[in-house]
Every structure is written in structure tokens, then in C-alpha cells.
């Protein structure tokens, strides 16, 4: 039978471990990218690991998290990933080059590759037919070290594309549809394919916003096929000696079909706080808007931003909004600015923003209390944008430069149905300048390493005991992010110094949980997470299991735990824990002691357990499935330790 896009990528790159969906498997990863909020952790233990240079085609470090630079941590975190990248061989994009994702797409990405990336949005690869994924800071170590980054072999959804857009309707909307039928949750172990006539209708950056929101729907990877549209692309990226075609066979063979005909597509929203909260935006009509803002990593190409200038041109935005624009990269920035495109933006009322994540990850530009922000980024999690009252709603550049200037929820449609539209022609050749991207790849082994006061050690753990004397230090509900774990915004600067980040676990749901497990952990408990479906969606930072790991966590308990989070926590030997029976959830509530034996023969074997509250003399039966290298690596107290016994 003939083989799919994924299969025939993973395929290719399979160095342990047999092809077969559900099969874990270890594959080679050809490229690998870091940010700086989860990348000084992942050279801290790239370092730690003892590798003396990366053994990939391309490394690249970026820098586009926080650049806020209030107080010395961020620069210093910036300085330390400069000289880290300079003594092993890793390329780097200085800050303000623009966001990993849209940078790595413009001036890296390659069809038929693999990319591992220390960031959940790394699979907007795929647009470029790469397979792209995200994962926690130490798996892009090892793999940057030339370790195979293990992985389920993944059940392939086929989304088959008919038909084309119709005006001011967008690729956002595709995905927000996609997520309409799928939703954010029970996809763990799938990967998306695009295929169907409506892909040649699609550019490159239109395919990469909408795999860059398969994030959010929790699959492995998404991926487009490369034809003459990526051709193209690489060409006018001035790298089309990197092409290669790649499409399924005739007579491959998919776990599901969806059909989207893009002719149908209307405008659409994510309601708060869910990006699976989709709505029409005609049934939002009249809502009054306070902000908007256009940029992230999901849509704020070279397209994006023409078509916004197109619509702000030679008018106002409405006195009650602000408008933030924000370009994806400075390749875009520059480009517009030489076109005048930059000049309507501005001229219109916008305030232009630095080309970095900024507002997406809600360290700047904070709605103010109960405001409407309508955003082009991918996630709007309660509290995310650095108001937990604020309403978040999630739109596609046209629609929201429609609403800055309406002031109010409008379809773009209606709104915009008389402006006269002239398609965006992807230019022959972008502006190609990669002056801000330093070193080329050699490694310089005399540089030495700049360490300020911020950088503190890797994260270290003892071995797995075989009781745990514990206590539920916290009971939380479903689709718990990482974002309530472990908040990003004001708190981002101190990713470098776990101990101080540790202080502010679960900061929005419970206030006291850091000193309450802390005390537990000091006391000599063991501290259990109770939890429901979907635990620990969204963002990949390790630091959601490195904190509780410092804060003496040795167990989470809950009715499903998403892929990223599932791996970080075995990465630092917290047991990743499920009900056998999900109304089981109910039985223990925060507070209860928890007692486990036997711990570690379970885990060696069945993975069964038993938890038991003495008190009340309940019991629970929970199931840790693992495979045999993750035994390993939670019996060991985590990877470090698991690694540093077999070096
Ligand atoms: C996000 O969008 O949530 C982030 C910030 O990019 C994270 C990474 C991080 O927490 O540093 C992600 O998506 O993985
Ligand atoms: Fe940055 Fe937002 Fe993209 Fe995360 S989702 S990489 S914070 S722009």
C-alpha cells in the first residue's frame, strides 16, 4: 500500500522502533530551533548532558520571547544563549529578528525534513511539508546532541481541501474550522495531512497559519504537501535548491477524512477562553471592541500585513480602539516599510509593535479590566493576555482590521463587501538579509560562556521512591494549560531560575500553592496534582513540570494528560498517572493524604497502583503507561539522571 506525507517523512527518519500507529518510535530530527523563554533551560542542560557541539544539519537559537528587558534578566538570559550558541555551532537570531516560527519558515524550513522545536507552535513548519514538532526543552537537547526524539507513531487525519476562499475569508478561518469539528481536545497520537485541489490555492505562509493552530487542537504535527506553490516560496526565499516535491500516493491510506470545501468558509471567531470556541463572526455582530492587535507567529506575514494596509488605507481607526500592529519577522517589517505599507498602517492609528511575540504571550499591551481584545494569535486562555477579566476573541488579520475600524464586532464580509480588493501577489523575491541570524554553524570551542546572576543551574531530582508518603496538594479541573501551571507574561524572566519561577505554580488557580507544597516537601510529603481531561494543553515549557519538581511533586493523577506535558513530566520524574475509572476523580479531594507502595516495581512492570487515604480507608486505582525507555528514564528520577548513567 502506498504511503501518506507523514509516513513517508517519519518513515525516512526512523532509527529505533517499528512503523505502525500507537508504536513508539525514535526518529532522527534534521533541524532543530529554541526560543529564548525554554531555551536558556535547554542549554543549561545541553550543557549538563556534556555534548561538546550539535550533531544536527541546523541549530537555531532565537530570541523573540522576552525582550521586554525590564530589570537585567532578560538580557542576561539573551547574553548567555549568544556565547552557548557561538561554542556549539548554533545559529542565532539576534532579538528583533522576528518570531522563531516565522523566521524559520522564511529562512530555514525545508520540505521532507525534521524539525523539533522547544516550542508547541514549532509544527507551522508543516506549511513548508516539513515534519514539524514541538516538544520540551530537554528532548530538543538530546536531540540536538544527536539523539533520536522519541515519539507515538501517530494515527494520520486526512483534511481534504476543496474549492478556494472567498474574499475576506482566510486561512485563519480554515483552521478555527478544523477546531470547530475536532476541538481542542482527544487528539493526542493523531498528525493532520492537507490534501484535496484547494491546497495549490493556498500560499506558503496561509498553509503555515493554519499548522501552526494544529497546535491547539493537541496533534503531533500538521502537515501540507510541497508542490510548485512551496517551489515558488523557497525560490523568492531565494532557497529553491532545497525543494523537493512530496505528496501522498494515490492508495495511501488515512485513519479519518474530513472534508472542508474553503468555498463554504466564513469568517470566524475563538470565543473566550477556548481557541475551540468557535462562532460565525456575524453572530458576534454590534459587540463593542476595546483592542485589537495583529501580529504573532499565526498571522502576520508578508500577506497578512499587506492585505491590513489594504483595508487601513486612507482611513481611521475608530477613537475607542487601540490597534497594536505587529510584523511576524524583520524580513516582513522591512518590506513594508519600503512599500509604504508600514506609512497606511501608521497613518491609520495604529501603534506599531516590535516584530517578537510580545502581546501574544501577554507580556505587554494588557487589555484594561472586563475590555474586548480581538487578537489574530492562536491562544486565548483565560488570563493569558495579563487580564483575567478581559475577553479574548481570536480573528484573521482582514476581520480584525475590519473591527479596528468598526469599533465593534462586524463580518468582514458585510463590512468590507464595496472596498474594492486587489489579491496580494506574493513577491518574486522577498528582502533577503540575514545579517541578524550570527555564526555559521562551526562550533568555537574556546568561546567562553557568559553566566549572569539569572542563569542558575539545570534542574536536578532524586530517583524514584518506592513509597510515596503524599499529599493532594491541589485538585484541578479539565483543560488545565500550562498557562495556569505555570504562568508565562511578567513572570517570563525568571525561566532562568527555577526556585524563583518555582514561587508561582499554579499562581492564578491557587495563590498558596507554592508555599503549602514547599511546606509538604520540607515536612518530608509527597506532593500528588489531582486533575481532569486534557491536563497541561497548550504551551510546551518544561518549566511546568521543572517547577513542580522543585516543589517536591512527585505524581500527577488525572483523566488525560496532553502529549507535550505527558513527556516533560517523565522528562523530570513526576509519574504521569491516569484513572482506570475517570469517576474516580471524585473520590479524592485536595488535602487528602495519598499513599502509594510499591511504587517501583509497578512502574517497572504493569504500571499499576494503588492509592490509598489511611484515613478514610478509600482507594483508587490509577495506570501509568509507559514504554520501556520511559521506565527507565521516571525510575531514574528523569532524563538527566537516566542519560548521565549511560554516558
Ligand atoms: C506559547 O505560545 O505559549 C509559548 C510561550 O510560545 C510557549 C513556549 C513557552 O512557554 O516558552 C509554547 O507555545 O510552547
Ligand atoms: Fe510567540 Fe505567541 Fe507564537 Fe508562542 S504563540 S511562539 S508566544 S507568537
Known sequence: MGKNIVEKIIDSHIVEGTPGAGNEIGIRIDQTLTQDATGTMAYLEFEALGYDR??????????????IQEGFENADDHAYLESVARRYGIRFSRPGNGICHQVHLE?????GKTLLGSDSHTPTGGGVGMAAIGAGGLDVAVAMGGGPFYLTYPRVI????????????SA?????RVLDILSTRGNVGCAIEYGGSGVATLDVPERATITNMGAELGVTMSVFPSDDVTR???KAQGREKGWIPLAADPDAAYDRTIEINLSELVPMAACPHSPGNVAPLKELDGMKVDQVLIGSCTNASFRDLMLVAQILKDRKVCPHVTLGVSAGSRQVLEMIAHNGA???IVGAGARVLESVCGFCIGNSLAPGSDAVSVRTNNRNFFGRSGTPSAQVYLVSPEAAAAIALAGVMVDPMKYLATTHFHEIVQPARFHIDDSMVAGTGAPDRGAAIVRGPNIGEPPSNESCPDTLAGVAAIKVGDKVTTDDIMPAGNRLKYRSNVPRYAEFVFERTDPEFSARALANKNEGRHNVIIAGDSYGQGSSREHA???PMFLGVKMVVAKSIERIHRANLINFGIIPALFVDGADYEKIERGDEVHVSGVRDALAGEGRLELRNPKNSISVAVRVDLSEREKGHLLAGGLIN????SI
Open 54 to 67: 550539535v550533531q544536527t544539519e541546523l541549530s537555531v537559537s532565537y530570541v523573540d520571547h522576552n525582550t
Open 107 to 111: 529562512r530555514f524550513g525545508l520540505p
Open 158 to 169: 486526512k483534511v481534504e481541501l476543496t474549492g478556494h476562499l472567498r474574499n475576506w475569508v
Open 172 to 176: 485563519k478561518d480554515v483552521i478555527l
Open 232 to 234: 515558488e516560496w523557497l
Open 342 to 344: 508600514l506609512a497606511d
Open 545 to 547: 513540570a521543572i517547577c
Open 642 to 645: 537516566a542519560m548521565r548513567k
